[in-house]
């Protein structure tokens, strides 16, 4: 995409996976005249919003090629796409965010030793292969800590949490003998999260910092604003801005930090950041900017691997956005008598326990005439 | 639908016409967990957001048939669905609005009557079927006066002017011999309009009073708050109310009118109603709500027509919404630069002279933290 030219209306936009951030991508291309084309394994809510769909196994080389020749551009809706899945697609169309991206956002060894290289405090963390590191690792680091897979960990799977009394060999093989890392424990006061665009151009925008609340290593709630300092929301966007840059990033990016407090002599409390995450896509932190700030997450994707310009990323009010998860979904026929509550449903057939069923943004209009 | 009970999330709305109009809608019911098929003989760009499509004629009544039993409701895009259509699909599943409410909006006289008979200000108006009757209704209201089609009028389409020196038979062979109304000319100081939904419980919710500028007969530009007294606009929105209630009406209806001012004796101005058209359909001048309101007219549409509590119309602030029409399209770049822009491109293929393109809302955020 650097070397090529930007997109017109009309022109689509490939998108890998079927899952609510793919719909929401979907609509904000729709919105702006451009037609996707989702490719899936499995059928999921994007597939009832987009002009074209393919539904195939992310290793069926034919039906990536007939996909990729199909599109403009091509972006994903979840990080932990195949390599070679990328570099078949890239033969053919920009894969934006870029492979590089993806390598490092895959794997939480690589992803902390990219953030440690850029001076950008993490929890501290080893590589973990068998049962005698995590030993030395535990040593080094006390209980508790976290031993976590290498890759593919979402919303809490894959993890494992290593306090007084834990077996540390029923531990590391209750990951699958996959190859971890061990996280110190990190004991922060709030989560938050910043959601950023960055465009071909290097053009950067931040949405303000949100605050996130989890039940069951699941995102529930998110707050704006947040409630930490204002020179700790511009430390965190600043550091944002250094890892898009440092990726050559194009598109949404979201990182996810946790704020420790400590005193200094005076008693006053000071932020320290230490991120947790990277996630190079769209996020569920970042749902409230549909319907409180001018421009959502989704277009502002769009937007940027389009190359096109940014979108305004202002606010427009105090925000309470609420996951609805698993059975919380049955609350939509009183969430849609509520003034100020904007309901997005996800479309998806089985609520079960723990799935991502839609969430909810509440928030006050301001009438100024 | 009346006797049936509200839809449920996964449900799957059907749409005749594929639209703009029906795109939104398509959105709009996507985001609150619904599926929609879009029936239309054409091409268009709601089929790039839907789940099901199915391109046959309005008179294909195997193919309606088959449409009807895929739905769980059936709305519309356009007030001209022929009546044999909707009798087909109302034998399978309630057409929302009703039949009734098309038989009176598409056709002038009907319209006009029909609001006679509620007391309702509107231009005088005479049938017109051949030169003749012109003559002598043009006798009556002098001129200027305008001959307009009873059916298939809209942007325009189907009227003639009547002033000094046009020659009536001409006059009435330019709309191709159909029946006609001869409407007197109404002097307005501005066009405003009235978005409202009510829902099958009868109850009723206006957005606030669009005020809108046209050139060459097409919707321009629609600005909010209108500048007129509230006292007016009071009376537009119960004008609505009252036409909605007469009707039956579910969904979202809209009513363009013009403001007619008189002086007072003390020299102060008066503003008088005159109902012009009421549009049983979403309704370009109500595209600002997709950015400016709490509840956008599409998703008000999509509540109502389900059986679901109606949203919040509350509006965030000042509006100004610019259509794009024919080339102005090619502004996108610009556009898209624009903080505080929030452009909506239609995927439209080809931008003749004229045709809606597009449209832009700009707004100022306010935040209030």
């Known amino acids: ?181 061990l996280e110190g424990f990190v004991p922060f006061a709030r989560e938050v999260s910043v959601i950023a665009a960055r465009g071909h151009d290097g053009s950067f925008r931040a949405y303000d910092v949100c605050e996130n609340h989890h039940e069951h290593h699941i995102l529930s709630q998110t707050i704006l604003p947040a409630r930490i300092k204002t020179t700790t929301q511009e430390h965190a966007i600043s550091i944002t801005q250094t890892i898009a840059k440092a990726l050559n990033y194009v598109g949404i990016m979201t990182v996810e930090m946790f704020v420790v407090e400590t005193k200094d002599l005076a008693g006053g409390v000071i932020e320290h950041l230490i991120v947790n995450e990277i996630a190079p896509r769209v996020h569920n932190s970042g749902h409230w900017t549909l319907d409180g700030a001018m421009t959502s997450q989704f277009e502002q994707h769009i937007r940027a691997i389009c190359g096109w310009p940014l979108g305004s990323t202002e606010r427009t009010g105090p925000i309470e956005m609420r996951n609805l998860i698993g059975s919380d979904v049955d609350q939509w026929p009183s969430l849609l008598a509520e003034n100020g509550a904007c309901l997005h449903l996800y479309g998806k057939s089985e609520a079960r326990a723990g799935r991502k069923m839609g969430h909810v943004t509440f928030l006050r209009a301001k009438k100024d005439n």
Chains 1, 2 share one sequence.
């Not at 809510?45 to 039906?63: G, I, L």
């Not at 599109?71 to 492979?99: G, K, S």
């Not at 494992?160 to 060999?169: P, R, S, V």
């Open 1 to 181: 995409m650097t070397e090529t030219s930007p997109l017109k209306p009309g022109d689509t936009i490939g998108i890998l996976g079927s899952g609510q951030l793919g719909k929401m991508l979907s609509m904000a291309a729709a919105q702006l005249g451009l037609k996707t084309h989702i490719y899936c394994p499995d059928e999921g809510p994007a597939f009832d919003v987009c002009a074209a769909k393919t539904r195939a196994q992310y290793d069926d080389e034919a039906a990536l090629v007939s996909f990729a020749r199909s599109v403009d551009v091509i972006t994903y809706e979840f990080e932990n796409v195949p390599a070679t899945t990328a570099a078949i697609l890239a033969r053919h169309h920009a894969v934006v965010p870029n492979a590089d991206v993806l390598a490092i956002t895959q794997d939480r060894l690589n992803e902390k030793t990219f953030l440690k290289n850029l001076s950008i405090p993490t929890a501290p963390f080893l590589a973990v292969d068998d049962a005698g590191s995590l030993a030395r690792a535990v040593g080094q680091f006390g209980r508790p800590s976290i031993l976590k897979t290498r890759r593919f960990g979402y919303d809490g799977k894959g993890q494992a949490l290593i306090k007084e009394g834990t077996d540390l060999a029923v531990a590391f093989r209750s990951l699958g003998g996959h190859s971890t890392i």
